[in-house]
């Protein structure tokens, strides 16, 4: 791995180099009957390792795909991977370990009702999956490990064990926790909580065992795309502008630009990292010692936003292969996006073919719709009405802005109602 790293340039993360983790995988494999890859659900293949289900298969383990995290997905969305994993023959199962609200901003509230709307519109729709609830999830569970041959008797107790096995971050120990209903096991929005793995008996029934984060060695993503999903810690990140790009190529920019109020270039000019970062900066007041606007502590902000799926608004849902990106605003990247997206393609980690293919079909088709979707656009300028922007608690919008606290006349008058006091 590292000659590979040295010679190809190929980003190796320390996951994958880290002997423990896999041997810790290898433990988890040898004691379950069921193997259950957790996955972010807004980028499932992205997560999804083939080799891993074959390997646990050979092992004599059941093995099923758990798409987490599905609260930040539209119905829409759900169905279109439902029926890809029903395609494809490998058993899927949907769960949300944080149901939808529970870190709800301003945007999800919005959205929720037009959300509620569409999900009711589409409640007819008999091929949209089921996002299960614990108790649902715990029965799915009891299922496969009951499906295993050996279920019973290569287990020390007999009860059968459930593996649940992934990458950082996608939410293991939040849907065990979910299924146990207790803060068993730690939780972080910070990558890599996880180092060891555990055992917990979920009623007489089954065994959990949660797993360390583990990354599948894949020589096609870079530091940039496993940052933007979540798997690379943002407080480490070398360049901010690499990750930052691929946002501004995924999410739609009038989407940027009202969430966080700023003021970004019109189509055609391309949107750039740095401008947006810029433009965040400056209006957060984010300045480094010689007045330069802050990128990293920008991006730090965009980016979390992003992972944690905080600002609705911002979520960005790959489609599945076949499925062209383009065919949704209901996987929410513009065509105009799309262009510089096909450039970016060979970087997209676990893409596949049928991906390339999606996005240079909607490339082809991108003239006549970019004329129309720019000709709609007015060239307001788009603050929000409020002047500030959503969530964060940033400076003041007038005055020396980036002062976090504009108090110090209040100090000074306390200073004289208790001088007494110092006398
Ligand atoms: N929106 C949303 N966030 C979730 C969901 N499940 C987990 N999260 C968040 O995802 C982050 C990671 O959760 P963890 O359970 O620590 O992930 P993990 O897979 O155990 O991560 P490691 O221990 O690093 O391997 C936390 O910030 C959770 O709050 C979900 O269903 N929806
Ligand atoms: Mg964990």
Not at 179 to 202: C, D, I, M, N, Y
Request: proline share 6%; glycine share 6%; aromatic share 6%.
């Amino acid at each position: 791995m590292a000659l590979l790293e040295a010679k190809d340039g190929v980003a190796m993360t320390p996951y994958e180099k880290n002997l423990d983790f896999w041997r810790q995988l290898w433990r988890v494999l040898e004691r379950s009957q069921a193997v259950v890859q957790i996955v972010d659900a807004r980028d499932p293949l992205f997560f999804y390792s083939p080799d891993l289900d074959a390997y646990a298969k050979e092992c004599g383990c059941q093995t099923a795909v758990l798409l987490n995290k599905c609260d930040l997905l539209t119905p829409i969305q759900l169905t279109a991977w439902r029926q890809y994993f029903q395609t494809a023959g490998t058993r899927a199962l949907f769960f949300s370990a944080k149901p939808a609200g529970s870190e709800a901003d301003e945007d999800a509230q919005d959205v929720a009702q037009a959300e509620a709307d569409e999900a009711a519109a589409i409640h007819v729709n008999e091929s949209m999956p089921k996002v299960l609830a614990p108790d649902g999830l715990a029965e799915a569970l009891a299922d496969l490990a009951a499906e295993a041959s050996l279920a019973s008797s290569s287990s020390a107790t007999g009860v059968p064990v459930v593996g649940l096995v992934g990458y950082p971050n996608v939410g293991k120990s939040s849907s065990i926790n979910a299924l146990l209903r207790a803060k068993k096991v730690p939780e972080s929005a910070t990558p890599g909580r996880t180092k060891h793995l555990q055992t917990l008996p979920l009623g007489d029934r089954l065994v959990l065992c949660d797993c360390p984060g583990l990354v599948m060695p894949q020589f096609v993503g870079t530091s940039a795309d496993l940052v933007v999903h979540g798997v690379l810690p943002i407080d480490n990140m070398r360049d901010c502008l690499g990750p930052v790009q691929l946002l501004c190529d995924r999410i739609d920019r009038q989407a940027l630009a009202e969430v966080y109020g700023l003021r970004l270039p019109e189509p055609p000019e391309p949107l750039t990292a740095a401008g947006l970062l810029t433009a965040y900066a400056e209006l957060h007041g984010y300045t480094t010692g010689h007045g330069v606007p802050h990128l990293d502590r920008a991006a730090r902000e965009i980016l979390k936003d992003s992972v944690t799926g905080r600002r609705k608004a911002l979520v960005y849902c790959q489609a599945p292969p076949g499925l062209q990106q383009i065919d949704g605003v209901d996987f929410n990247s513009r065509p105009s996006e799309l262009s510089i997206k096909t450039a970016t393609m060979s970087m997209t980690a676990a893409a596949g073919e049928d991906r390339e293919d999606a996005a240079s079909v909607a490339a082809a088709s991108l003239t006549d719709f970019d004329k129309q979707f720019f000709a709609e656009k007015t060239a307001d300028v788009r603050f929000r009405a409020t002047g500030r922007p959503q969530g964060h608690s940033g400076a003041e919008q007038t005055g020396k802005s980036w002062k976090r606290h504009n108090n110090s006349s209040k100090r000074e008058k306390l200073r004289r109602v208790y001088r007494h006091l110092d006398q």
